[in-house]
């Protein structure tokens, strides 16, 4: 009997549960008497894999506490489907050994410009190497983005105001249009081990945001070895799907 649930679904369904559980309260500092209905949803905002599995997590709680008999792990009285099964581990591989982002998506090859060139060398830097979004450095601290879509804004007030377009591109340089901009919420820094449900997290709670840059600490006094942005978003999700 004792190996028949060792093999068993129960076995590996609770195995999962509990990996979930410690895993959880161990990297939000989570009270260990907390119930797993409450940990669920206080873990929702924090986490993109929790959010987007909350109702499969709060029926496995409640099938967790149907499938044991007084709380004696040794002794269920009912198998959980393979599926649900198959399901509850592949949350589980995805909360306790989740995929990073520069292991699979997120551009190594980061372009990045300085804070005293010209709107038009700028321009053609975004033209010729085919990034909408390229990192500023100023005395090697990061001070902004350059961004296609917020540059052609710019360039907008700045002819409305009256001024010409030639003056905008060879006058005007990078970090003038960047400290025009009302805040930097649209870009942010992490460290280069970040995990995709980390980044996918940044983007759910910040709907601005346009890119991600990782450094070797996550600190804008380092040189950027990669990027995500909006666009690798819908690739971010099928990677986590098919993990």
């Given at each position: 009997?004792?190996?028949?649930f060792?093999?068993?679904?129960?076995?590996?369904?609770?195995?999962?549960?509990?990996?979930?559980?410690?895993?959880?309260k161990?990297?939000?500092?989570m009270?260990?008497a907390?119930g797993f209905?409450?940990l669920?949803?206080?873990s929702?905002?924090?986490?993109?894999?929790?959010?987007?599995?909350?109702d499969d997590?709060?029926?496995?709680?409640?099938?967790?506490?149907?499938?044991?008999?007084?709380?004696?792990?040794?002794?269920?009285i009912?198998e959980?489907?393979?599926?649900?099964?198959?399901?509850?581990?592949?949350?589980?591989?995805?909360?306790?050994?989740?995929p990073?982002?520069l292991d699979?998506?997120g551009?190594?090859?980061?372009?990045?410009t300085?804070?005293?060139?010209?709107?038009r060398?700028?321009?053609?830097?975004?033209?010729s190497s085919?990034f909408s979004?390229?990192?500023?450095?100023?005395?090697?601290?990061?001070?902004?983005?350059?961004?296609?879509?917020?540059?052609?804004?710019?360039?907008?007030q700045?002819?409305?105001?009256?001024?010409?377009c030639?003056?905008?591109?060879?006058?005007?340089?990078i970090?003038?249009?960047?400290?025009?901009?009302?805040?930097s919420?649209?870009?942010?820094?992490?460290?280069?081990?970040?995990t995709?449900?980390?980044?996918?997290?940044?983007?759910?709670?910040?709907?601005?945001?346009?890119?991600?840059?990782?450094?070797?600490h996550g600190?804008n006094?380092?040189?950027?070895?990669?990027?995500m942005?909006?666009?690798?978003?819908?690739?971010?999700?099928?990677?986590?799907?098919?993990?």
């Amino acid at each position: 009997m004792e190996k028949d649930f060792k093999n068993s679904n129960a076995k590996r369904f609770l195995d999962a549960y509990n990996d979930i559980d410690y895993s959880l309260k161990t990297r939000y500092g989570m009270n260990r008497a907390m119930g797993f209905s409450d940990l669920i949803r206080k873990s929702v905002v924090l986490n993109y894999v929790v959010r987007k599995y909350e109702d499969d997590l709060i029926d496995y709680g409640r099938l967790r506490n149907a499938i044991i008999h007084n709380n004696n792990e040794d002794f269920v009285i009912a198998e959980p489907h393979d599926t649900v099964v198959e399901n509850i581990e592949h949350i589980r591989k995805l909360l306790t050994t989740p995929p990073k982002v520069l292991d699979s998506i997120g551009r190594k090859n980061v372009v990045i410009t300085y804070a005293g060139k010209s709107m038009r060398e700028v321009i053609t830097l975004m033209a010729s190497s085919n990034f909408s979004n390229i990192p500023v450095y100023k005395d090697n601290n990061l001070i902004g983005v350059a961004n296609g879509q917020k540059i052609l804004n710019s360039m907008g007030q700045y002819l409305i105001a009256g001024g010409k377009c030639n003056t905008f591109l060879d006058n005007v340089q990078i970090e003038d249009m960047l400290s025009t901009l009302q805040n930097s919420n649209y870009y942010t820094v992490k460290k280069a081990d970040c995990t995709i449900e980390e980044a996918l997290n940044e983007f759910n709670n910040n709907h601005k945001l346009l890119a991600i840059l990782f450094t070797k600490h996550g600190q804008n006094n380092e040189l950027p070895i990669g990027i995500m942005t909006g666009a690798n978003v819908v690739e971010a999700q099928k990677i986590l799907e098919d993990y």
